[in-house]
């Protein structure tokens, strides 16, 4: 091989050898890149040679098992990756020499535990152990002062080292997927500067107390554990942001001083046994999404902050939900009671002891919806008889109504102002305004933003103020069987499609539709035509 001396990277990735070559000539050299050679297994000596050396990329050699002791000669190395190799069980002693190493990347080795020397590593910042089969940590870990990063999530560590607690600069700490790892050490509570700590499927029993002393900790996730209860030191992490303790053991009440974290915009307690959320809840002014799905012993909720924008809460015992008229960003909502008699549930805006709210159909991360299914779906056709006013939903987009035969009415309707899609069916003896149930009116209402309509099999005979929806671009008519007249020209309409109405006699004028690009019509016997139109039919 020759090359220049003067070459600064050399990339032999996805190579068929066995042996990397000498190295000595290429005094130069700094970025070596031997990733995906798998049928690597030796590294030659020379690489010591590599004064200049800052990246080496060693990632998916499967058949590499260590390195050689003069690895320690590169006194510029900067990154050191090993990620996928395999059969890689051994660091050299040497590899505390690399006093300029920042990351240390061993992702998916084979490494049971690493060198005592590992703590002379002065400027390392990133250690990666992901999935890998290291069983301890060294003591000295906690001498590597500059270390930000410590990932070892998925790893066989069965336990944290004391020392850990000397790693002040220490930002980030994985360890989810630890199941080996049963008790955390006090210690923990010394890393003054941890944002992030990701402790889930771990199989520890209690946090310890020290926790609170993270003071810029933003993002714990304590999600599918074993630990039965927070300490009450939670409440002096006035940083936090998210806390993520689902599918854990939780049981019990949360303490009080939730209430102080007046940071925190995220909290998921679902398919835990708490009992009981203290009303300090309301005090968190910056929360936004509160998830409780699944907490069968949870009996009310208290006073919930106005900042909440998503809101998640299922149990078989849920009897109360406090006032959330003051919520006024609400955009994804679901309560379900999934109890013997969801009418007991008090506070959805109407009065107790007549129907609940039981199908306003659509949750997802842009729409309000509040859910809570009738006990008996059988009893679906004929629970829902009045919804509450929805004027206040400001941020509503879509709203679905369906099987509600007995409906009635909808309050504040026309105050949508973010509506884009509305969709009825199967409500029989519904209307929008105080006239006649058998003529909708949307002409007094202010569904400007309103792209897409469908109704389907409803009991009426004319809609009028269609020809006032400005923005609308779909509309689906269906299986209205007394339906007559749609009223009005369409101005904006891009699609037309109406299906089996019988009696309708007159369509809206769309010759001077300009957007108009497709109309279908079937099955409507008195219109006297029916088919499919596009704008490149002749």
Not at 192 to 202: K, P, R
Not at 518 to 537: A, N
Request: net charge neutral; aromatic share 4%.
């Amino acid at each position: 091989m020759e090359v220049g001396d003067s070459l600064a990277v050399l990339d032999l990735s996805s190579c068929k050898i066995s042996r990397t070559p000498n190295l000595s000539k290429y005094t130069n050299l700094e970025r070596l890149i031997l990733e995906d050679c798998q049928k690597l297994e030796k590294i030659d000596g020379t690489i010591g040679n590599l004064k200049r050396l800052k990246h080496l990329n060693l990632n998916d050699c499967y058949r590499l098992q260590d390195l050689p002791e003069e690895i320690g000669y590169l006194k510029a190395l900067q990154e050191l990756f090993l990620r996928g190799c395999a059969y890689f069980s051994t660091l050299p002693a040497s590899i505390g020499d690399l006093q300029s190493l920042a990351i240390l990347e061993l992702s998916r080795v084979s490494i049971v535990r690493l060198p005592d020397t590992i703590g002379r590593l002065q400027k390392l910042e990133r250690l990666s152990l992901k999935y890998s089969n290291i069983k301890r940590l060294p003591e000295t870990l906690g001498d590597v002062q500059s270390l930000v990063e410590l990932d070892l999530t998925q790893s066989k560590l069965a336990q944290l080292p004391d020392s850990i607690g000397r790693l002040t600069k220490l930002e980030s700490l994985g360890l989810g997927g630890c199941l080996k790892i049963q008790k955390l050490p006090d210690s923990l509570g010394n890393l003054g500067s941890l944002s992030q700590l990701d402790i889930s499927f771990t199989g520890f029993l209690e946090l310890p107390d020290s926790i609170g002393n993270l003071k810029e900790l933003k993002m714990l996730d304590v999600s599918n554990c074993r630990e039965r209860k927070l300490p009450r030191s939670i409440g002096t992490m006035k940083k936090l942001e998210i806390s993520d303790a689902r599918n854990s053991d939780l049981q019990g009440e949360i303490p009080t001083e939730i209430g102080r974290l007046s940071r925190l915009r995220r909290l998921d307690l679902s398919s835990t046994s708490i009992c009981l959320l203290p009303w300090t809840i309301s005090q968190l002014s910056l929360l936004e999404a509160l998830w409780l799905v699944n907490c069968n012993k949870l009996e009310e909720l208290p006073r919930l902050p106005a900042s909440l924008t998503g809101l998640r809460c299922a149990s078989v015992i849920l009897k109360r939900i406090p006032d959330l008229s003051n919520i006024r960003n609400l955009t994804n909502v679901a309560i379900l009671n999934t109890g013997e008699d969801p009418t007991k549930i008090l506070g959805l805006g109407i009065t107790p002891g007549t129907d609940v709210i039981p199908w306003v159909d659509y949750v997802c991360t842009r729409n309000l919806a509040v859910w809570s299914p009738c006990w008996d779906p059988s009893m679906l056709e004929e629970c829902i008889m009045e919804l509450p006013d929805l004027s206040h939903l400001k941020n509503l987009q879509v709203l679905k109504l369906y099987n509600c035969n007995q409906l009635a009415l909808v309050l504040g309707l026309g105050a949508l102002e973010s509506l884009e899609h509305l969709s009825v069916g199967l409500c029989k003896s519904l209307k929008w305004s105080q006239s006649r149930a058998s003529r909708w009116s949307i002409k007094r209402h202010c569904l400007k933003n309103l792209r897409e309509l469908r109704i389907h099999k409803c009991d009426i005979v004319k809609i009028s103020g269609l020809g006032e929806l400005e923005s609308l671009r779909y509309l689906k008519i269906s299986s209205c069987s007394s339906l007559k007249d749609l009223g009005p020209c369409l101005p904006a309409l891009e699609e037309l499609e109406i299906n089996s109405c019988q009696k309708l006699e007159h369509l809206p004028d769309i010759s001077n539709g300009e957007n108009l690009h497709k109309v279908t019509i079937q099955g409507c016997d008195r219109l006297g035509y029916s088919g499919i139109w596009t704008e490149d039919s002749s």
